[in-house]
T-cell receptor, first 115, second 112 residues
């Protein structure tokens, strides 16, 4: 079956701009969770969506937001970009989600560079 | 706050050597997952250990869950360049706290 698809793979933005990242989960998976990965902080949980509802949220400022559509596809948005937002953003789909300890299937990530 | 400490943080070895990566916590986990992430890719689940003392083998990789379910180890026998990557452990909280707690990872480089 098709894996998790994230777009775009790479993008460069400048401070103050906003960005939208997209994730298409594995067919049949209703949970989509988002992570920020940086060398110093590792994988940091952003939020999880299940059946179009945000089920859990990490400790990130309100500039980070997301949503999930009826077909389970999810988007995350970062507004007013800061240099520190440069990172690999990973999307993971699962049947149950990270808060239910389900197996996570990750996409290849979107590499964001903020200049 | 539950924490998972992984060691070593970086490891560079020659092909054919053995190695062990550790994942330690002061908290009890109901289960623990190991993932491998190759450069430019997302993490891929290798194994989930559930029972204290459990040992699972995946070809040349041996995973062990501590008896008290607070720690885990990954042993690789006769490492190959294809084993290069970032190894991440993630623990599932026990009881009602079933959040997934991630370690920072061990970056392994196997040189031919």
């Amino acid at each position: 079956k098709a894996g998790v698809t994230q777009t775009p793979r790479y993008l460069i933005k400048t401070r103050g701009q906003q960005v939208t990242l997209s994730c298409s989960p594995i067919s049949g998976h209703r949970s989509v969770s988002w992570y920020q990965q940086t060398p110093g902080q590792g994988l940091q949980f952003l939020f999880e969506y299940f059946s179009e509802t945000q089920r859990n949220k990490g400790n990130f400022p309100g500039r980070f937001s997301g949503r999930q559509f009826s077909n389970s596809r999810s988007e995350m948005n970062v507004s007013t970009l800061e240099l520190g937002d440069s990172a690999l953003y990973l999307c993971a789909s699962s049947l149950d989600g990270p808060t239910r300890a389900g197996e996570l299937f990750f996409g290849e990530g979107s590499r964001l560079t903020v200049l | 706050t539950q924490l998972l400490e992984q060691s070593p943080q970086f490891l560079s070895i020659q092909e054919g050597e053995n190695l062990t990566v550790y994942c330690n916590s002061s908290s009890v986990f109901s289960s623990l997952q190991w993932y491998r992430q190759e450069p430019g890719e997302g993490p891929v689940l290798l194994v989930t250990v559930v029972t204290g003392g459990e040992v699972k083998k995946l070809k040349r990789l041996t995973f062990q869950f501590g008896d008290a379910r607070k720690d885990s180890s990954l042993h690789i026998t006769a490492a190959q360049p294809g084993d290069t990557g970032l190894y991440l452990c993630a623990g599932v909280g026990a009881g009602n706290n079933r959040k997934l707690i991630w370690g920072l990872g061990t970056s392994l480089a196997v040189n031919p």
